[in-house]
């Protein structure tokens, strides 16, 4: 279920479709108003509402419609445009940013239901001429007006955020954001009150594996709902897969372990496997390795001969650390979850934290020596993460990048003065993470 809402709230098409409703809903309940209060013979001439006939009201509505499609088709050609900048220049997997923005959606909507709002009204009016009565909605046909006065601040609005959401670091913001919640969710500072160490585990010798029956990429595991259900079946679980992992039709994504067979149904495979949630593409929701892929990309992107940017490259590594330094601070996590009843019933896994810090790394080293401002912001994300980590894993990570780092910068075709620096650089960051002392405050300089 909260997988399904996730996917509601990033959809482009959600929001449009139900302020649509709602558009439809308060045109028909406002010309319903309007015809009760003729039948009632209640006089409105006296109010601040605005009085045309049936031929004025047939014009502003059809003025307000039009105006408002054709805003809304150039509203969507600039977001499309704008998807199609950020795609070449940050990468594809940056555009879910646009796709999830509530900004766009609600602009996108707001026009929308203007103009079915208006097309309502409009339908419902009648003059002498066409059935020899008159009805023009006068409180619609107002209101109509006044959400036309609000789409042009929404317009002004509009492309103010579309300015804005384009900026790189309005688009690195975002990608730490989301980065960090990833960090939340997944190695949180205190342990939940259901962890319990899979170390010594004595599995269950009865086995049932449970295989996909599609392929795609798992988008999420719900582990609250596979810990209910090796409660229920009194069995143990151990879940194969975390999200952002490939999976292909037929191969397996956790094993159901009992003591007896008879207690591992079709059912309970079944309920395990709907636990699973595989789609077409990742999200950095509970997909850590997916976050921090994002914010490299970046970095790559920005060094490519085509946008030759070694600034954003040095933000996105900089923001990037924020990320890492919080994950390496954190205790390393669990992987059993007990039942009420205190048994181990879920072992589960995650993300090794060194694999994150090579990818982050690797990246600096491959594309980024011949840049000394992104060898430099590289040096720094190890030093931080380094100095920070609490497991002698992390710190090894660390040192060994920074080793590899070394090695590519004397073996490459660079500055040879810049060269030296980093080196010497490289040295006090492996002084400091090995012995844990705060280096003192840079001067900073400008080149």
């Known amino acids: 279920m909260k997988e399904h809402m996730a996917k509601l709230r990033e959809s482009f098409w959600f929001i449009p479709a139900v302020l649509g409703v709602v558009a439809l809903v308060l045109a028909q309940a406002l010309v319903s108003l309007d015809r009760y209060l003729l039948d009632t013979r209640v006089d409105l001439t006296g109010s601040l509402l605005y009085h045309v006939g049936a031929s004025g009201s047939r014009d502003i509505l059809g003025a307000i419609g039009g105006s408002m499609l054709g805003v809304a088709a150039t509203s969507f050609s600039i977001t499309i445009s704008v998807l199609a900048t950020a795609s070449s220049s940050y990468g594809p997997r940056l555009v879910r940013n646009f796709m999830a923005d509530r900004g766009n959606q609600v602009v996108l909507g707001i026009f929308g239901a203007t103009f079915l709002y208006s097309l309502m009204v409009l339908r419902s009016i009648r003059s002498i001429e066409s059935d020899g009565s008159v009805f023009v909605p006068d409180i619609a046909v107002n209101v109509a007006v006044a959400l036309a006065v609000v789409d042009v601040g929404v317009l002004v609005y509009f492309i103010h955020h579309i300015a804005q959401s384009i900026q790189v670091a309005t688009l690195s913001g975002r990608v730490r954001d989301e980065l960090s919640e990833s960090v939340d969710a997944l190695y949180p500072p205190e342990q939940p009150a259901d962890a319990a160490s899979a170390e010594g585990i004595v599995k269950p010798p009865v086995s049932t594996t449970v295989l996909a029956e599609e392929s795609g990429v798992i988008i999420d595991i719900d582990e609250d709902a596979v810990l209910n259900i090796a409660g229920d079946t009194d069995t143990v679980i151990d879940v194969h897969r975390v999200p952002g992992e490939h999976v292909v039709a037929g191969e397996p994504l956790a094993d159901v372990l009992a003591d007896r067979s008879a207690n591992i149904s079709t059912d309970a495979v079944g309920r395990v496997r709907g636990s699973f949630a595989i789609g077409t593409s990742r999200t950095p929701r509970h997909d850590i390795a997916f976050a921090v892929e994002q914010m490299t990309e970046m970095a790559v992107r920005a060094l490519s001969t085509g946008v030759n940017d070694p600034y954003t490259a040095r933000n996105a590594i900089d923001d990037l650390t924020v990320g890492l330094v919080a994950v390496v601070q954190r205790p390393r996590p669990s992987r059993a979850r007990c039942g009420s009843d205190g048994t181990v019933r879920v072992i589960t896994r995650r993300v090794a934290v060194p694999s994150l810090i090579d990818h982050a790394l690797d990246a600096v080293r491959i594309y980024g020596t011949g840049s000394p ?30 080793v590899l780092l070394d090695r590519a910068l004397a073996s490459g075709d660079t500055d040879t003065a810049r060269t030296a620096e980093a080196r010497e650089q490289i040295s006090l960051a492996r002084a400091a993470i090995t012995d844990r002392v705060p280096l003192a405050v840079p001067r900073v300089v400008i080149r």
């Open 373 to 402: 401002m992104v060898v430099q912001a590289g040096i720094r994300l190890a030093e931080r993460v380094g100095r920070a980590a609490q497991d002698s894993e992390n710190v090894d990570a660390v040192l060994t990048q920074l």
